[in-house]
């Protein structure tokens, strides 16, 4: 069974740096596009970045200079380093797993809520 | 980048009403086109990709049509437990992978 369980988010203050971590099981990470979505409080979902199968990774301008996706293949987890941190990147993010080589999140994690207060 | 627009954005209807939900692109998608469904405080669900092919274990009151820049999502008979918000999100010109404002759906 597919499962994505996200970790890692917390209060920041902005400037500052946190790193997300995707867990995944019941299917090999690496032959699927992998997402971050994400969703400020009361608002809808914003794709923030993808990783390739082949390791390509592209951004949303939003977050594209500060944030960093990466995925540890012996891990099988997914990672989102934020950077630079804004009040504007607090959300709820989400992994979500790509169907294959297509942008099709059929599974998605619960979730990991990132504040960016002072 | 692809813009894209839902309509309307909330709605209220009783149980068992026919609901649809229209999502537009601002450019030629042809269907690369998915639904989701978010209940509140949850992560949101498959339930139709391409535009109109329904996920493996999804009520088949639930269908999608359309082709190019216009899409609709259709519940044909709402029950209470479909009370949730619904995205639509395109991969044609991707990324970015853009989802439209969603549509909260209520029960009247």
């Known amino acids: 069974e597919v499962h994505l369980v996200e970790s890692g988010g917390g209060l920041i203050q902005p400037g500052g740096s946190l790193r997300l971590s995707c867990a995944a099981s019941?299917?090999?990470?690496?032959?699927?596009?992998m997402s971050w979505v994400r969703q400020a409080p009361g608002k809808g979902l914003e794709w923030v970045s993808v990783?390739?199968?082949?390791?390509?990774?592209y951004y949303a301008d939003s977050v594209k200079g500060r944030f960093t996706i990466s995925r540890d293949n012996s891990k099988n987890t997914l990672y989102l380093q934020m950077n630079n941190l804004r009040v504007e990147d607090t959300a709820v993010y989400y992994c979500?797993?790509?169907?294959?080589?297509?942008?099709?999140?059929?599974?998605w994690g619960q979730g990991s809520l990132v504040t960016v207060s002072s | 980048d692809i813009q894209m627009t839902q309509s309307p954005s909330s709605l209220s209807a009783s149980v068992g009403d026919r609901v649809t939900i229209t999502c537009q692109a601002s450019?030629?998608?042809?269907?690369?086109l998915n639904w989701y469904q978010q209940k509140p405080g949850k992560a949101p669900k498959l339930l139709i990709h391409?535009?109109?092919n329904l996920e493996t274990g999804v009520p088949s009151r639930f269908s999608g049509g359309g082709s190019g820049t216009d899409f609709t999502f259709t519940i044909s008979s709402l029950q209470a437990e479909d009370v949730a918000t619904y995205f639509c999100?395109?991969?044609?010109?991707?990324?970015?992978?853009?989802f439209g404002p969603g549509t909260k759906v209520e029960i009247k």
């Open positions: 391409d535009a109109s």
């Open positions: 990783i390739y199968t082949g390791g390509s990774t």
């Open positions: 999100q395109q991969y044609d010109n991707f990324p970015p992978f853009t």
């Open positions: 019941g299917f090999t990470a690496s032959n699927s596009y």
């Open positions: 979500a797993r790509g169907r294959l080589v297509f942008p099709i999140f059929d599974y």
């Open positions: 450019q030629h998608i042809n269907n690369y």
